[in-house]
């Protein structure tokens, strides 16, 4: 197992376009998050799943923003209807039972402009 | 709610010079505070952490931080840094003890830029 995987690295796309990304986690741990990260900021957390349930789901996240982890295994982030706001990185994590405790292993993240 | 405050945004340093790492928190609950490292074009690495116990934790390569409750302080320290150690590093804390502590509030991050 060679990490987290995030798929594209970088996404272009026109306002009011939809764009959908994928996280692969590490295969024996069944918790996952979302973050995002603005220039200049930490990265910010998104929404958190344990399995295939949806545990928590941020403010940040809007009506334009859904997650999915069907069968507890990959993720997808989708954003409908983007808007110049929300160009960032979008950093996926995963972890064991311990949650934050025992470490987080962060993917490389995928780079969304909004032009 | 859990906030972190990193002071520097950029401490650029000459390489075998000592360096700090400041970071300072806030929170009504107890706390876990970390300590990760971002490497260019790379995902978000876990440096160090802070749980319980001894106050004083330290890294594999080298890089040691100290849990300070009445100052409300997690800074990070190297005494002796490599050009290899340029990086962007985050501190973060969780809430602490069981529950919800999944979810990591994080600074805005420290440049360490390392000069030869």
């Known amino acids: 197992d060679t990490g987290v995987s995030q798929d594209p690295r970088h996404k272009i796309t026109k306002r009011g376009q939809n764009v959908t990304f994928r996280c692969d986690p590490i295969?024996?741990?069944?918790?996952l998050y979302w973050y995002r990260q603005t220039l200049g900021q930490g990265p910010e957390f998104l929404t958190y799943?344990?399995?295939?349930?949806?545990?928590?789901k941020s403010r940040l996240l809007s009506d334009r923003f859904s997650a999915e982890r069907p069968k507890g295994s990959f993720s997808t982030l989708e954003i409908q209807r983007t808007e110049q706001g929300d160009s960032a990185m979008y950093l996926c994590?995963?972890?064991?039972?311990?949650?934050?405790?025992?470490?987080?292993?962060f993917g490389s993240g995928t780079r969304l402009t909004v032009v | 709610a859990q906030s972190v405050t990193q002071l520097d945004s950029q401490v650029p340093v000459f390489e075998e010079a000592p360096v700090e790492l400041r970071c300072n928190y806030s929170s009504s609950v107890s706390v876990y505070l970390f300590w990760y490292v971002q490497y260019p074009n790379q995902g978000l690495q876990l440096l160090l952490k802070?749980?319980?116990?001894?106050?004083l934790v330290e890294s594999i390569n080298g890089f040691e931080a100290e849990f300070n409750k009445s100052q409300t302080s997690f800074h990070l320290r190297k005494p002796s840094v490599h050009i290899s150690d340029t990086a962007e590093y985050f501190c973060a804390v969780s809430r602490g003890g069981g529950g919800s502590n999944y979810k990591l509030t994080f600074g805005k991050g420290t440049l360490l830029t390392v000069n030869p």
């Open positions: 799943f344990q399995n295939e349930a949806q545990l928590e």
């Open positions: 295969s024996e741990h069944n918790r």
């Open positions: 994590a995963s972890s064991e039972k311990q949650g934050a405790v025992g470490g987080y292993t």
């Open positions: 802070y749980l319980s116990g001894s106050t």
